[in-house]
């Protein structure tokens, strides 16, 4: 951990001053609105992950990996906002909400496009094809939601397939990027480290769906029930619907923001939430069944449990 103390925080400024430099100079509009993202904040959950799987010898092919990932993740996240039709994110009004659809679609392209010039001006061919990929299935997801949309007949299987697409590839992504940066790659651990990824990365799934249920917005920055005004039928519902039989009988179609948020409390007075955590607590055990047989060393180890950990503190 000492040693961590020296270059982690290095290496994250790093990642902030390089994140500033992507999104600067692509004219007013787009840089007032990629700005913003950025300046919003976020957890960086995802460069951490690339830093910490990198480790001390990361070094700069770490740091610009980190850095792609997180303009992946924001383009995602603006584009995610027209899709959802979100009136917040990271706390402030989103991109779509201040700028419009057609604005919030140019800025996610322009992020997406920073994040892929970054990684080919350094010639890091197996870096761009694993975060295409991880792209390609968060552009799958959010797709496969949409076709989702108002169907309270989905199950558990599809649910899971449809987080799997959308946020845990990205993880598993951020964990391979950050191990194939590092000098230590030789292939070994490889699937290993992608298995905490995705573990993680489901786990972090579940519970923000579990967050759009109990809010509060001074908390997760996002509005309460958002999934729920958009049709996205998530976990919590799916077992609440098991629960409580009769929930089916409500019109999820039109609901108000005070309609989203009685069934919200319906959804919790079902014990639902503490089902979905209880799974996403499991997700987090086997995500470090898979770290420790990937021979990262001690110390990453450590600080990337106490990575997997904060994906379940983020709800208690
Ligand atoms: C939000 O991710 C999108 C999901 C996959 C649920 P984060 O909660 O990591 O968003 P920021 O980066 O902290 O805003
Ligand atoms: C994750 O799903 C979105 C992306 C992976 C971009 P959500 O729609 O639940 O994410 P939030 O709640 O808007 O952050
Ligand atoms: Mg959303
Ligand atoms: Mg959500």
């Known amino acids: 951990m000492d040693a961590a103390s020296a270059w982690l925080p290095r290496s994250l400024g790093a990642v902030e001053a390089s994140l500033r430099e992507a999104t600067a100079g692509h004219g007013a509009a787009l840089e007032r609105d990629a700005s913003a993202t950025l300046q919003a904040g976020g957890k960086r959950l995802r460069p951490l992950l690339v830093l910490l799987c990198g480790g001390a010898r990361g070094g700069e092919g770490s740091v610009r990996a980190a850095t792609a990932v997180e303009l992946v993740h924001m383009a995602t996240l603006v584009h995610d906002d027209v899709l959802d039709e979100a009136p917040l994110r990271r706390g402030r009004p989103t991109v779509a909400a201040t700028s419009g659809t057609g604005a919030a679609t140019a800025t996610g392209d322009l992020l997406f496009s920073r994040a892929f010039a970054l990684l080919a001006e350094a010639g890091d061919v197996e870096q761009v094809q694993l975060l295409s990929e991880a792209s390609v299935g968060l552009a799958e997801g959010e797709l496969a939601q949409r076709h989702d949309?108002?169907?309270?007949?989905?199950?558990?299987?599809?649910?899971?397939?449809?987080?799997?697409?959308?946020?845990?590839?990205?993880?598993?992504?951020?964990?391979?990027?950050?191990?194939?940066?590092?000098?230590?790659?030789?292939?070994?651990?490889?699937?290993?480290?992608?298995?905490?990824?995705?573990?993680?990365?489901?786990?972090?799934?579940?519970?923000?769906?579990?967050?759009?249920?109990?809010?509060?917005?001074?908390?997760?920055?996002?509005?309460?029930?958002?999934?729920?005004?958009?049709?996205?039928?998530?976990?919590?519902?799916?077992?609440?619907?098991?629960?409580?039989?009769?929930?089916?009988?409500?019109?999820?179609?039109g609901l108000s923001e005070e309609e989203a948020e009685a069934v919200c409390d319906r959804i919790a007075a079902t014990g639902a939430l503490e089902e979905v955590r209880s799974q996403a607590l499991e997700l987090v055990a086997e995500s470090k069944r898979s770290l420790a047989a990937s021979g990262v060393d001690d110390e990453q180890r450590e600080l990337l449990e106490l990575v997997a950990d904060g994906v379940v503190d983020r709800y208690g």
């Open 149 to 253: 949309e108002f169907d309270t007949s989905i199950d558990v299987e599809r649910y899971m397939e449809r987080c799997r697409l959308k946020t845990a590839h990205l993880f598993e992504c951020a964990c391979r990027m950050g191990w194939i940066a590092s000098s230590a790659a030789d292939g070994q651990g490889l699937e290993e480290l992608r298995g905490f990824g995705s573990s993680i990365g489901l786990a972090f799934q579940l519970l923000d769906d579990v967050l759009d249920v109990t809010g509060p917005v001074e908390r997760t920055g996002k509005a309460r029930g958002t999934d729920l005004l958009d049709g996205t039928v998530t976990l919590p519902l799916i077992v609440a619907l098991r629960r409580d039989p009769e929930l089916a009988n409500v019109e999820l179609r």
